[in-house]
């Protein structure tokens, strides 16, 4: 009870840390209005409703799950719900993550820093999105992939969760199937002769199976696999690679890979389970190439990158007396220090919104015009029941649709931001002010309606 009661001390520092942050863009702000349009409609959502550009088009909500719970959980416990809803699949997370890394039976000292450093690198993906519930699931399957077959049969049953939750189910289906190919192949090449774990290959195809109850059945497959392979989602920041000029990322990816370089070169005759450090090995690097092509995966690299240091490093270090106490202290004082800066805690959404980040003034001077938005502002002006041009829910956008890329173009300016305003026939645009779009409109001769420092609203001269 007492390594449990840690984890859980250790998820609920983390999310203080964090509290006065959990909306890192505007997915969280869309994600509770269609919480609140299925709670409703008592239905999800098969058509967009939130945009006036692609009004009526089919739309696969694969996170709808998330977006109720998100919704009833701030209706009814205001931020602090929201709070619950992040606190909740990060605990259970980091329980099943220790009973991951405990299973190795290295020294407690060296288990407790391994998983802390990992915790610490998670807090990268802390937010009130569905991407948590993603990390969650995949905590779990590795665990009993890995390290307990017994709960093998709760894997169908927990694909269906996750389909509900968030489109990475596709990741749960993945890591099944190459259990089953991995345990056949060894297996097969290891003893000589053909092996097949009956068990483990009805899982195999259970899980999809299971995966498939959801409100939009195969569609749901398709639209994460859209989402994973197309080429346009590169134009969104967390389907890029890392910007190594943030020292944040640098540092991060350094870690990963300087250490586990190095741990390989010193321990290379350490393996003791070459079976299961051939399986890790795998799952370490398919990770590594995703995360290197992709910051959204990251969070699946750490957990991957924590069980292969474990399973490399001596079972004996930092074995010795006192280490408990020495390592308890300075984990307290970390512990202070994030507490006495994570400042007041606010009550409500709207005390936790940050005014130089979203353009809270400025919304109640929009009029009832078809409006061209920032990217990152379209999630609170669908919360602000206001029709957007695109907001966070790319794939509506760029799929049967040149939405995505015209917002593109224009902002960037590969195109004339003018040609692409007629095209749509834009009446009214909400910009961050000092964007290069805010230059251009007003030398182009559109009207300021209104200004402040964060935003900038023009409307079209008639």
């Avoid at 009993?144 to 289906?173: E, Q």
């Amino acid at each position: 009870m007492k390594k449990i009661a840690v984890m859980l001390f250790v998820a609920i520092v983390l999310i203080l840390s964090k509290i006065n942050h959990l909306i890192v863009d505007g997915d969280t702000f869309w994600a509770i209005k269609v919480g609140e349009w299925i709670a409703l409609n008592n239905s999800v959502p098969y058509q967009d409703t939130f945009s006036w550009t692609v009004y009526g088009n089919p739309w696969v909500a694969h996170e709808w799950l998330f977006d109720l719970l998100i919704y009833l959980s701030y209706k009814t416990l205001g931020l602090y719900g929201m709070t619950l809803v992040v606190l909740v699949p990060i605990t259970i997370s980091f329980f099943f993550l220790w009973k991951l890394y405990a299973a190795e039976r290295k020294s407690l000292v060296l288990t407790i820093i391994i998983f802390s450093i990992v915790a610490l690198m998670l807090r990268f993906g802390i937010a009130a999105r569905p991407q948590i519930y993603g990390y969650m699931f995949f905590a779990y399957f590795l665990y009993v992939l890995v390290n307990n077959h017994k709960l093998l049969w709760t894997l169908p049953l927990t694909a269906i969760a996750w389909a509900n939750f968030h489109g990475s189910i596709l990741l749960g289906i993945a890591m099944v199937f190459l259990q089953f190919v991995y345990e056949f192949a060894y297996k097969s090449i290891t003893e000589k002769k053909i092996y097949i774990d009956i068990k483990l290959l009805l899982v195999s195809i259970l899980t999809p199976l299971f995966s498939l109850i959801n409100p939009y059945g195969l569609e749901l497959w398709k639209t994460s696999y859209y989402l994973i392979t197309s080429k346009v989602n590169k134009h969104i920041v967390e389907w890029q690679p890392p910007d190594f000029k943030d020292i944040s990322w640098l540092a991060v990816y350094f870690t990963i890979i300087v250490t586990t370089v190095f741990v390989c070169y010193v321990t290379k005759n350490g393996v003791k389970d070459y079976k299961k450090f051939g399986l890790i090995s795998i799952y370490l690097f398919g990770t590594f190439y995703e995360a290197i092509t992709g910051v959204r995966y990251l969070p699946y690299l750490v957990i991957c990158w924590g069980l292969f240091m474990l399973m490399l490093l001596p079972g004996d270090l930092l074995i010795q007396k006192h280490w408990e106490k020495k390592i308890g202290i300075f984990y307290l004082l970390i512990i202070l220090i994030i507490l006495l800066g994570t400042g007041k805690i606010p009550s409500s959404l709207d005390d936790a919104i940050d005014k130089e980040t979203w353009p809270v003034e400025a919304v109640n001077h929009l009029e009832d015009k078809r409006t061209f938005n920032d990217y990152m502002w379209g999630g609170y002006l669908v919360y602000k029941d206001i029709p957007v041009f695109i907001d966070g829910r790319a794939d509506v956008y760029w799929r049967d649709s040149e939405v995505f890329l015209d917002h593109g173009n224009a902002t960037r300016f590969l195109k004339d931001p003018g040609e692409i305003f007629d095209k749509y026939s834009v009446d009214q645009v909400i910009i961050e002010a000092g964007d290069p779009l805010d230059f251009y409109l007003g030398r182009i001769g559109w009207n300021e309606s209104y200004r402040d420092e964060t935003a900038v609203i023009y409307l079209r001269p008639y």
